[in-house]
């Protein structure tokens, strides 16, 4: 940490700076004992709001109720980069295996609706969210990123974008909307706003809650149980069993908490540093008066913001997984992986080398063995489950819980027949394999990064090996 300049209020944890712009929420009573529901859904987060909101508003007879185990909001939804972006997890390919190119295409024009979805709800519902629809901006600072980025938004073409939807951008323009050290080529987005996570997540619990959702905080689920015959599913709590028609796991990185599903998804950890907000000398060497949200094409790569009150949020993985399956405490994260971000920023930005760092957290996210999200529902069981986001969980919760909404009201829509739903995929494998795959992985993407910086003009045989290993 030394050579950072950090505030004197400098903060690491406390689940994440969003919060502590906004405070903590006073926690909702936990369960009183025994219950028994039409839905239960386990987790408050994104996942678990979005199909409660969308469950009450199509039939508000229905008596729903949310377990979670800390506050609404608190995992990643309350603690990510603040991206409602249209890019959806996994290979297109793989997804299109499933019911055929089209369904992928359609998949990710609901991507695209379900950016606006989020804003139009926000706004319906009174809830302030620092949203700005300002676009994505992809970086390149190498000729293999460079290659890699004009490759993808070729690519892209084949899987429902148009040109209005992904393109090369001129220098010009570039250089005109975010100034990048380094920047030899970016595409943009417009497919992309920034927001407050903390502020969604806590302003749309309260909109759920004052539908007639039961919330349920400080409650822990252990075990969720199928239905056994004609009975009901079940949700084990530490206060008591819920049970309902439909048990409803919306706990993404958290997943391996519950019995049975430690090898379930991967809980991958980011993390992430805040500046002071930047003085108006700074500002006017980096440009970036659109607040696009903004990411490089580095393998190991950051992501980034501009905040409501001029700062910059920037992002990455740091340490990728704990042995164990194990999390963070509060958004703790390491004193080498606050440098790491720190020296990203600063080769990004270097007009803003002495901006003092206001604050340091990290969460954990969802992670498929296959790096596919998937959303599922069975009617014979009376479980269902939504998640494995890998990071692009901000927009990719709102279309999960309105296709909960239609799976538990038995409607076939175009969106449960999407390639998502109803995807099975295989376990992670035990430890020490799976944590030492992982370190592998990433060590491997940090190394092409270093050969691709110093001399690499395609993509470093290093990043190839580390998505064999990985399944990408």
């Known amino acids: 940490m030394r050579g950072i300049p950090l505030t004197r209020d400098f903060a690491n944890g406390g689940v994440s700076f969003?919060?502590?712009?906004?405070?903590?929420?006073?926690r909702r009573p936990a369960l009183p004992g025994p219950r028994d529901y039409d839905v239960a859904i386990v987790g408050g987060g994104y996942t678990g709001l979005w199909t409660a909101y969308y469950l009450k508003k199509a039939d508000p007879g229905l008596r729903i109720a949310i377990l979670e185990k800390e506050f609404a909001g608190f995992g990643a939804s309350g603690r990510n980069g603040g991206w409602l972006s249209a890019e959806f997890a996994g290979s297109r390919k793989r997804h299109a295996k499933a019911r055929g190119r089209q369904a992928m295409i359609d998949l990710q024009r609901a991507m695209f609706a379900s950016v606006d979805e989020v804003i139009d709800v926000a706004r319906a519902e009174g809830i302030d969210a620092d949203v700005h629809k300002g676009?994505?901006?992809?970086?390149?600072t190498n000729p293999a990123q460079r290659r890699r980025l004009r490759a993808e938004v070729a690519d892209l073409r084949r899987w429902g974008y148009g040109e209005a939807d992904m393109r090369i951008m001129e220098r010009t323009e570039q250089r005109e909307r975010v100034q990048v050290a380094g920047a030899i080529e970016a595409a943009y987005s417009p497919h992309c706003a920034r927001i407050q996570p903390a502020k969604?997540?806590?302003?749309?619990?309260?909109?759920?809650?004052?539908?007639?959702?039961?919330?349920?905080?400080?409650?822990?689920?252990?075990?969720?149980?199928?239905?056994?015959?004609?009975?009901?599913?079940?949700?084990?709590?530490?206060?008591?069993?819920?049970t309902a028609e439909y048990v409803i796991r919306a706990t993404e990185g958290f997943t391996a908490s519950l019995h049975g599903q430690h090898r379930q998804w991967l809980p991958m950890n980011s993390s992430m540093i805040v500046t002071d907000p930047l003085p108006p000398d700074v500002w006017k060497h980096i440009g970036w008066q659109g607040s696009e949200l903004l990411e490089d094409e580095a393998h190991a790569y950051?992501?980034?913001?501009?905040?409501?009150?001029?700062?910059?949020?920037?992002?990455?993985?740091?340490?990728?997984?704990?042995?164990g399956s194990r999390t963070d405490r509060l958004g703790v994260t390491q004193s080498q992986t606050v440098a790491l971000l720190w020296r990203m920023l600063v080769k990004l930005f270097p007009a803003a080398v002495d901006v003092p760092v206001a604050h340091a957290w990290c969460g954990v996210l969802g992670v498929p063995r296959d790096w596919c999200s998937t959303v599922h529902l069975d009617h014979a069981s009376g479980l269902g489950w939504a998640g494995g986001y890998v990071g692009s969980g901000v927009t990719t919760a709102n279309l999960a819980g309105r296709t909960l909404r239609d799976l538990v009201l038995r409607r076939d829509t175009p969106l449960t027949r999407l390639p998502w739903v109803g995807r099975q995929v295989r376990q992670w494998e035990p430890e020490p394999l799976r944590w030492i795959g992982v370190q592998l992985i990433y060590a491997l993407f940090r190394a092409a990064d270093r050969h691709e910086n110093e001399r690499g003009t395609r993509t470093s045989p290093y990043a190839h090996l580390a998505k064999f290993i990985s399944g990408r």
Do not use: C, M, S
């Not at 502590?20 to 929420?25: A, C, F, S, V, Y």
């Not at 400080?218 to 069993?241: F, H, M, Q, S, Y």
């Open 200 to 242: 969604l997540a806590v302003g749309l619990a309260a909109v759920v809650a004052g539908l007639g959702v039961d919330i349920y905080e400080n409650t822990t689920v252990i075990e969720i149980r199928p239905r056994n015959g004609r009975g009901k599913a079940t949700a084990l709590t530490t206060r008591g069993d819920v």
């Open 18 to 26: 969003w919060y502590r712009q906004i405070g903590l929420p006073a």
């Open 135 to 140: 676009g994505l901006i992809h970086v390149a």
């Open 302 to 323: 950051v992501y980034a913001q501009r905040t409501a009150d001029d700062r910059i949020a920037i992002g990455g993985r740091g340490v990728p997984y704990r042995f």
